[in-house]
Each structure stands twice: as C-alpha cells, then as structure tokens.
C-alpha cells in the first residue's frame, strides 16, 4: 500500500535554480493537488488537477507549474526559485465517487528550502 | 470564496480529560463535506473524522466526535481521555461537493497534552 509518494523528501536550492517535486499515487484516484505549508499559514492551494491532462490554479499558484501528463503522476516545477517558496510541499490526492469519496489522501511532504 | 477559521492556535489539555477545539467556516453552499485533519511531529497528515453536511447526526471515531451546528457554520472536534499520542496540529478542512471543488484548510491549531 504505497498510496501517496512525493519524491524527493528533502530539498536545497539555490535562487534561480529549478526543479521538479514528482507526486505517485497508486490508487486510481481522479484528482490530484499540491498545497504549500508555512507556519501560521495552514495549507494554502498551489495547482490542482481534476484528471489526467487538465490542471487548474489554486489560491498561490504564482511561480509555480504543474503537469498531469498519466494519471497517476502530478508534477510541480518551479522554474526560478526563490527564498519565498522555501517552505514544505504537499501532494494529495483524492477519489471522486464511491465509499471512499472525498477524503484527501496525503503524501509525507517535501521540505524544501531556497537560499 | 470559501473561508475556514481556527482562531485559537494553540490549546493545551490534561491526559484523561477532554477538550473540544473550535473551527467556523463561511459558505452559500448547502451540500457539503467537513473534515478534521491530524498532523503530528512526523508531518504526516492524518484524516480524524469527516462530516457530511446533509447528515444531521454528529459523526464519531472512537475517542473524537464533532459538534456540526450547519445554521452557525461551526464545527468543532471533541476530544475524549486525551492521550500524550493526540499532542499534534489539527487542521479543520472544507470541501463543496461539485466535481470540480477544492478542499480549503483553516490556519491550525497546536495542541498538547500535559502528562
């Protein structure tokens, strides 16, 4: 049961440098998301996916791409890092429809920081 | 846009006792789903109890029951013979039931558990 697998765990960057977080979920699950985690902040919304294909924004997408190119991998790239978006990643994902319905299923983060 | 509020940051709570953490949320919306999320030192996110807005009755799991007052938008977890594991943030979530909806997490709050 590997559910949901963000590589790589832990991160340092450089500001300019780029990079790609990869998020698997063996589940089958439609929809797919990255949030962003700070302190005091919660959980803040960076791109979503509702299916293999479409991606959409979310409530801080500013510096930050998505791809959903197969349907069990969700991708976020930052293409110029910055000290900003030093903070740690979430990926989940989460089934539509049936019993299981509507329940976020977590990846174990990713820390990354940008210095 | 939907808002989740947790406007306490941190609680603390005697081991065996019980504590009830608060959370309110604004929405126009009548269907509905609510969620309280664990999250402990090892940053994993942990799904504590969902609630469906439609179902009047209070969802429970084991130790942990919500307070769901859909006419005040208020929904707080309740806490029973708090053990030293439940010392963790706990995260009040929000989801509208569309195919195309987003789940908005409020700010947090840190609880711990005095032995």
């Known amino acids: 049961n590997a559910g949901v697998t963000q590589t790589p765990k832990f991160r340092v960057l450089k500001t300019g440098q780029s990079m790609t977080l990869l998020c698997a979920q063996d589940m089958n699950h439609e929809y797919m998301y990255w949030y962003r985690q700070d302190p005091g902040m919660g959980l803040r919304l960076i791109h979503y996916?509702?299916?293999?294909?479409?991606?959409a924004k979310g409530e801080v997408p500013d510096g930050y791409n998505v791809s959903r190119l197969k349907k069990q991998n969700f991708l976020l790239g930052l293409e110029s890092a910055a000290p900003s978006q030093t903070s740690v990643y979430f990926c989940?994902?989460?089934?539509?429809?049936?019993?299981?319905?509507?329940?976020?299923?977590f990846g174990a983060g990713s820390r990354l920081t940008v210095l | 846009a939907q808002t989740v509020t947790q406007s306490q940051p941190e609680m603390s709570v005697q081991e065996a006792e019980t504590v009830t953490l608060s959370c309110t949320y604004d929405?126009?919306?009548?269907?509905?789903?609510l969620f309280w999320y664990k999250q402990p030192p090892s940053r994993q996110m942990i799904l504590v109890i969902r609630?469906?807005?439609?179902?009047?009755q209070n969802a429970t799991e084991n130790r942990f029951s919500v307070n769901f007052q859909k006419a005040a938008k208020s929904f707080s977890l309740k806490i029973s013979d708090s053990q030293l594991g439940d010392a963790a943030m706990y995260f009040c979530a929000y989801k509208e039931s569309g195919a195309n909806s987003k789940l908005t997490f409020g700010k947090g709050i840190t609880l711990s558990v005095r032995p």
């Open positions: 609630q469906e807005a439609y179902k009047q």
């Open positions: 929405t126009s919306e009548s269907d509905y789903y």
């Open positions: 989940a994902s989460l089934l539509a429809g049936g019993s299981g319905a509507n329940v976020l299923t």
């Open positions: 996916s509702v299916g293999e294909g479409t991606t």
